[in-house]
């Protein structure tokens, strides 16, 4: 999303804030945001398209903050999985999101509420394929099954919590809780037959989710762009050079890419370049994860 864009994008979120989706146009927008009507329908084709856009940048900036905690750990270590999942909960309050779902869900507008649908299905297919990676391939057909027990705990948990004033319960609180009780469960999905969805239809489903897909050339570019629009330090520009070199070999060496991106980041840290750095490391991440 270019500048201009996510300007927009964050002017109407606010608007959204203040008076709510509904009461908000598509004339409010582009008067907050400066901008003429032309241009707004150059990047949304209707104020739904934007509320989209809204979800989108939120999943974004929780996928690149994900990525970054499991850079260079086990993938099997629970608590770095706890810590991934109370990232979205943490992001949706601090942003309002949660409060835009509420009203979408409250709202009779159908396409809105697929929106809302679709995003919920893809958190679903994340911590699905992160389960997998914790508790073994064997969980695999049950994996969607085990995520979606997942989230209806924590959720129903932390709605509880609050509706009997317990202020001092927090996400990452209901996360450990719950992933004493997960262990039976993926047992019994696994050894017990306890599965309801079937896992043939859920590969179907999987096939059949639109998400767009990552491209290597247009990831190898953005490196290259770092390199040529910034002043580079010696050690930032051998791990840029050395990414560029393993991303554009024929057969991809996954290990040594994930070996490089770890101290990328460190070489990044702390610098007026880190955020872009971070967002180059996590579409090289996510592009490694469509692969598989």
Same mark, same amino acid.
């Given at each position: 999303?270019?500048?201009?864009?996510?300007?927009?994008?964050?002017?109407?979120?606010?608007?959204?804030?203040?008076?709510?989706?509904?009461?908000?146009?598509?004339?409010?927008?582009?008067?907050?945001?400066?901008?003429?009507?032309?241009?707004?329908?150059?990047?949304?084709?209707?104020?739904?398209?934007?509320?989209?856009?809204?979800?989108?940048?939120?999943?974004?900036?929780?996928?690149?903050?994900?990525?970054?905690?499991?850079?260079?750990?086990?993938?099997?270590?629970?608590?770095?999985?706890?810590?991934?999942?109370?990232?979205?909960?943490?992001?949706?309050?601090?942003?309002?999101?949660?409060?835009?779902?509420?009203?979408?869900?409250?709202?009779?507008?159908?396409?809105?509420?697929?929106?809302?649908?679709?995003?919920?299905?893809?958190?679903?297919?994340?911590?699905?394929?992160?389960?997998?990676?914790?508790?073994?391939?064997?969980?695999?057909?049950?994996?969607?099954?085990?995520?979606?027990?997942?989230?209806?705990?924590?959720?129903?948990?932390?709605?509880?919590?609050?509706?009997?004033?317990?202020?001092?319960?927090?996400?990452?609180?209901?996360?450990?809780?719950?992933?004493?009780?997960?262990?039976?469960?993926?047992?019994?999905?696994?050894?017990?037959?306890?599965?309801?969805?079937?896992?043939?239809? @859920?590969?179907?489903? !999987?096939?059949?989710?639109? =998400?767009?897909? /990552?491209?290597?050339?247009? #990831?190898?570019? %953005?490196? &290259?762009?770092? @390199?040529?629009?910034? !002043?580079?330090?010696?050690? =930032?520009?051998? /791990?840029?050079?050395?990414? #560029?070199?393993? %991303?554009? &070999?024929?057969?991809?060496?996954?290990?040594?890419?994930?070996?490089?991106?770890?101290?990328?980041?460190?070489?990044?840290?702390?610098?007026?370049?880190?955020?872009?750095?971070?967002?180059?490391?996590?579409?090289?991440?996510?592009?490694?994860?469509?692969?598989?």
């Amino acid at each position: 999303m270019n500048k201009r864009k996510k300007m927009v994008v964050d002017h109407a979120k606010a608007l959204f804030l203040e008076k709510g989706i509904q009461q908000t146009s598509i004339q409010d927008i582009i008067e907050r945001s400066g901008i003429s009507k032309g241009t707004f329908y150059n990047y949304f084709s209707s104020k739904n398209e934007c509320v989209a856009a809204i979800l989108q940048q939120a999943r974004s900036e929780t996928d690149l903050n994900r990525h970054e905690i499991q850079l260079g750990k086990d993938d099997q270590d629970i608590n770095v999985l706890i810590q991934q999942i109370t990232i979205l909960s943490r992001t949706n309050e601090q942003q309002g999101i949660s409060g835009m779902f509420e009203e979408i869900m409250h709202s009779g507008d159908v396409e809105l509420k697929k929106v809302v649908l679709n995003y919920r299905l893809l958190e679903i297919e994340w911590l699905a394929g992160r389960f997998v990676e914790v508790f073994g391939h064997e969980l695999k057909p049950y994996a969607t099954e085990a995520a979606v027990l997942y989230y209806a705990m924590h959720q129903h948990l932390l709605f509880t919590a609050k509706t009997m004033n317990q202020r001092n319960t927090n996400a990452e609180q209901v996360a450990q809780s719950v992933f004493l009780h997960l262990r039976y469960i993926i047992n019994n999905l696994v050894n017990e037959g306890a599965a309801v969805l079937d896992p043939e239809k @859920i590969e179907l489903y !999987k096939n059949n989710m639109k =998400q767009e897909q /990552l491209n290597r050339e247009e #990831i190898v570019i %953005l490196y &290259r762009d770092l @390199i040529a629009n910034t !002043k580079l330090t010696k050690s =930032q520009l051998e /791990l840029t050079e050395g990414l #560029i070199e393993e %991303l554009e &070999r024929e057969q991809l060496r996954e290990s040594i890419i994930n070996a490089l991106l770890s101290p990328f980041m460190d070489a990044f840290r702390n610098t007026t370049l880190y955020n872009q750095a971070k967002e180059i490391m996590g579409l090289t991440w996510s592009y490694l994860k469509q692969r598989q």
